[in-house]
């Protein structure tokens, strides 16, 4: 048995604790067996019960007593076991009293297995324990030379580098160009890495693996720095230095030769949709690391610590000014001066203007609170008078300027300093308050340390701030430069949705009403694009004719302190707009779609032509259509998008007239009955393509044969599709499709070639795909140009005036029994237009 501790029951009293309580459980079961023989018939059934149930109780309380007998004459049992055993036979001992229906004396055994500490018991093993941790910590510092945080963190880096120095890629040799570059000595000159003998000695040198060295920079890890001459300085980046670090503490993640580093890589990277080509290339590049370099944190030695402790020692001395006793602090004459220098902030005297020379301490200027005077290069420093002793210490010098400490952050928010270059100081953003007390890193990083603390802030703000937190006098002030009217503000919300759109005729708030379907608003125009000028609002160009107005940065935070000043009786909305002050990129005003302006970079769709000045024409000859306004003025917003465009807008007559006008096709029965039984989906498909109705071009194959290429020849994925559709889906070109979908409804005052001005064309360029099809590669099917035109089959006119609106189409009289012959789908295109009623019955 090992020794027992304070605060624990010895051995002797476990075993006699055990024995007593064994002594109670069979005393209990005596009593229910003599009330079980002294029991009537009416409660015989019930002390027997009674009876079974204390002794299996007593009898377990008494094999536990008889194991803590035997387990304490053995001396391999921990104590433990012991106290395991004791507390059992206590525990059986009380159910069996309960049992029985005694008083449960049992249940006293148990204070004296847990007797209480006293203070200096207490006390004793407190600072026993101190101790035991005290000399571990001496040991692991003395071996590892670091603190337990620090040696925490060297732990974790080792566990990433286990994952992640294998998806490196790496082999020894790549680690040696990172080594090279690691001491500043390694350079590119004339096609060829070297490692210079010295700094500053950029000619000859052992080479470095030129293959390496470019892999390593393309990926990233390795970024060049001009020298004279030509050559050029390659050093390690941020995410190169981490890698470094990553495969010099988990060296086994390294292959052994390029070889095998390329045979890995090319089996992460191999996929079966890959050309051979492609995955050479993407296994011949190194990948990134990915998730390393935000996650591994240099641990920091003890020395190291030291060292540092004791130099900002220094420097917070020098800086204010500390003086040594029995030695006389000088002071400046009277033609000279102190002043702070603006590379290491250190008070130094002032001749002439000029710093005395010194050294710094200091290697960024970037936060320096110097005073701008230069530091002297050849000045000598002049010797100063002894300072009078009954003048006070602060009469030396002149106060000092404040340093700036940098910027502040909300509450929860932490900067998190990253890897720096030679150059800059990296850093990031973590949060505390988005996973409950776990610091989260916010994606990016960041080289100025205050546009970090901006992130946070709106990080801060939009996602942890409480919207009854009292608002600051700063944020108060910038509410009421934000006097927004209510209108406005409603701007600001329909933007926050996406749900504010700019047509051809104008700004609209599409589905703006959440309790009823489709009901769109006109917004005034003045309002959007003042606030677009103010920068509450930006722009993203959807390419097809349309602009979507969402809000940016700037209006999320007005927006949010607008509603919280609101909410705290701070601010009320305007009565009338504001009139907001333009951003200066933005004071040329907006360049609205009705007026034919694009932003920079905005294409025009390809069926908008830009518009070109009408010619002069006689008033007379010049047809109006009486359908573009009666479309604007009693029709809703989905309508109106898609009637006719503006005069303006449409394309010329002739470029209707120059496409040869075909005939309609006139479907058959055993066609119209194929039409029927297509699904619902697929049918709206058909009539948006324009193949309800195809017109077959003359093909010199005849069916039979197209029939057997289509089913012997044609990939599945083709077949697949092409059984969805009755006449097929793949086989068609523009010229061959038949009637819009317009048309087929009896709408041929909106025809869909009649609101473009003129026929459909296609780009002139398909698509090459595998025998899986996916798109490998992109072909001209027609070099010259030609392009490939679709202009609606319907008779009804596609320029001058609308037709009327069509009648309710009359029910087709029976085909006679006589009918003729169906035409086969690829045979030639005949002649001769159907009427558009009959047309419409056979589709429906």
């Known amino acids: 048995m090992t020794e027992t501790y304070a605060g624990e029951p010895t051995p002797q009293t476990c075993l006699r604790v055990a024995r007593e309580a064994a002594e109670l459980a069979a005393a209990a079961d005596d009593k229910a067996l003599n009330a079980a023989c002294r029991s009537s018939s009416r409660t015989e059934a019930r002390r027997e019960e009674v009876m079974h149930a204390v002794h299996r109780e007593a009898v377990e309380a008494e094999g536990y007593a008889a194991r803590a007998e035997q387990w304490a004459a053995d001396p391999s049992m921990p104590d433990s076991a012991?106290?395991?055993?004791?507390?059992?036979?206590?525990?059986?001992?009380?159910?069996?009293?309960?049992?029985?229906?005694?008083?449960?004396?049992?249940?006293?055994?148990?204070?004296?297995?847990?007797?209480?500490?006293?203070?200096?018991?207490?006390a004793e093993l407190e600072s026993e324990r101190r101790r035991d941790e005290a000399e571990r910590e001496a040991a692991e510092r003395a071996a590892t030379g670091m603190d337990?945080?620090?040696?925490?963190?060297?732990?974790?880096?080792?566990?990433?580098?286990?994952?992640?120095?294998?998806?490196?890629?790496?082999?020894?040799?790549?680690?040696?160009?990172?080594?090279?570059?690691?001491?500043?000595?390694?350079?590119?000159?004339?096609?060829?890495?070297?490692?210079?003998?010295?700094?500053?000695?950029?000619?000859?040198?052992?080479k470095i693996s030129r293959e390496r060295t470019q892999d390593l920079r393309t990926a990233g890890f390795l970024t060049a720095v001009a020298a004279f001459d030509g050559a050029r300085v390659l050093v390690p980046t941020p995410m190169g230095q981490v890698a470094l670090e990553l495969a010099r503490l988990h060296p086994a993640g390294l292959y052994d030769s390029d070889k095998a580093a390329y045979e890995a890589r090319y089996a992460r990277v191999a996929k079966r949709h890959k050309r051979m080509d492609d995955k050479k290339a993407a296994a011949r590049r190194l990948p990134a690391l990915e998730h390393g370099v935000g996650r591994y944190r240099r641990p920091v030695t003890l020395a190291e610590q030291e060292a540092r402790a004791a130099r900002e020692a220094a420097e917070q001395w020098e800086d204010e000014g500390g003086s040594c006793p029995g030695v006389e602090t000088p002071a400046p004459t009277v033609e000279e001066g102190t002043g702070r220098c603006p590379c290491c902030?250190?008070?130094?005297?002032?001749?002439?203007?000029?710093?005395?020379?010194?050294?710094?301490?200091?290697?960024?200027?970037?936060?320096?609170?110097?005073?701008?005077?230069?530091?002297?290069?050849?000045?000598?420093?002049?010797?100063?008078?002894?300072?009078?002793?009954?003048?006070?210490?602060?009469?030396?010098?002149?106060?000092?300027?404040?340093?700036?400490?940098?910027?502040?952050?909300?509450?929860?928010?932490?900067?998190?300093?990253?890897?720096?270059?030679?150059?800059r100081d990296w850093w990031a953003i973590q949060c505390g308050r988005c996973q409950g007390g776990i610091r989260t890193e916010l994606p990016g990083e960041w080289?100025?340390?205050?546009?970090?603390?901006?992130?946070?802030?709106?990080?801060?703000?939009?996602?942890?701030?409480a919207p009854d937190d009292l608002l600051t006098e700063e944020e108060i002030a910038e509410v009421e430069r934000w006097p927004l009217s209510d209108a406005q503000r409603t701007v600001l919300h329909w933007a926050e949705h996406a749900d504010l759109a700019e047509f051809d005729d104008g700004f609209w708030a599409l589905d703006c009403v959440p309790d009823r379907w489709d009901v769109n608003k006109r917004v005034a125009r003045a309002r959007v694009t003042g606030m677009w000028a103010a920068g509450l609002l930006n722009v993203h160009l959807d390419g097809n004719g349309c602009r979507c107005l969402v809000m940016s940065q700037m209006g999320r935070r007005v927006a949010r302190l607008l509603w919280c000043a609101e909410r705290q009786g701070v601010a009320e909305p305007a009565a009338k707009d504001a009139k907001l002050a333009p951003l200066p990129k933005r004071s040329g005003g907006y360049p609205l779609l009705s007026e034919g302006r694009l932003f920079k970079g905005e294409q025009r769709p390809a069926d908008d032509p830009v518009p070109a000045e009408p010619a002069a024409v006689p008033a007379a000859a010049e047809p109006t259509p009486p359908t573009a306004a009666a479309a604007r003025a009693d029709q809703p917003l989905l309508r109106r998008l898609f009637a006719p465009r503006a005069t303006r807008e449409q394309q010329s007559a002739h470029s209707v007239r120059r496409v040869i006008r075909r005939p309609q096709r006139v479907l058959t029965a055993e066609e119209r009955k194929r039409v029927q039984d297509m699904a619902a989906l697929n049918f709206q498909g058909a009539m948006i393509l324009g193949i309800v109705d195809p017109v077959p071009n003359a093909s010199p194959m005849p069916e039979g044969e197209g029939e057997w290429v289509r089913e012997h020849v044609w990939p599945a994925h083709f077949q697949v599709i092409e059984r969805k559709y009755p006449f097929g889906f793949h086989r068609w070109s523009y010229c061959e499709r038949g009637t819009c979908w317009n048309c087929l409804s009896g709408w041929c005052d909106i025809c869909v070639h009649r609101q473009k001005g003129g026929p459909s064309v296609d780009d002139n360029w398909d698509w090459v795909t595998n025998h899986e099809g996916e798109p490998v590669a992109e072909f001209i099917p027609r070099p010259g140009g030609e392009p490939c035109v679709w202009l609606c089959r319907c008779a009804c006119p596609k320029d001058g005036p609308a037709p009327a609106r069509a009648t309710k189409p009359k029910k087709p009289k029976p085909a006679p029994s006589a009918a003729p012959a169906p035409v086969p789908v690829q045979a030639a295109a005949l002649s001769g237009a159907p009427d558009p009623g009959a047309l419409q019955d056979t589709l429906w």
């Open 82 to 122: 012991l106290r395991y055993c004791v507390s059992g036979a206590v525990d059986h001992a009380v159910r069996a009293q309960e049992a029985a229906g005694v008083e449960a004396t049992a249940a006293a055994l148990r204070t004296e297995l847990e007797r209480r500490l006293t203070p200096e018991e207490r």
């Open 148 to 206: 337990s945080a620090n040696r925490h963190l060297a732990a974790m880096n080792v566990f990433l580098a286990e994952s992640a120095v294998p998806l490196l890629g790496w082999s020894a040799g790549h680690v040696r160009v990172l080594e090279a570059a690691e001491t500043g000595r390694l350079y590119w000159r004339d096609g060829q890495a070297r490692q210079a003998a010295a700094h500053g000695a950029w000619s000859g040198g052992r």
């Open 447 to 465: 080289a100025d340390k205050y546009e970090a603390a901006q992130v946070a802030r709106e990080h801060f703000d939009e996602a942890h701030r």
């Open 345 to 423: 902030g250190l008070h130094k005297v002032i001749v002439a203007g000029v710093l005395a020379p010194h050294k710094a301490t200091r290697a960024a200027a970037d936060d320096c609170p110097g005073s701008g005077l230069r530091p002297g290069a050849e000045t000598p420093r002049p010797a100063a008078e002894p300072r009078a002793e009954d003048a006070p210490a602060a009469a030396a010098e002149p106060a000092a300027a404040p340093v700036n400490a940098g910027p502040t952050l909300p509450p929860g928010m932490y900067f998190l300093p990253l890897p720096s270059t030679r150059y």
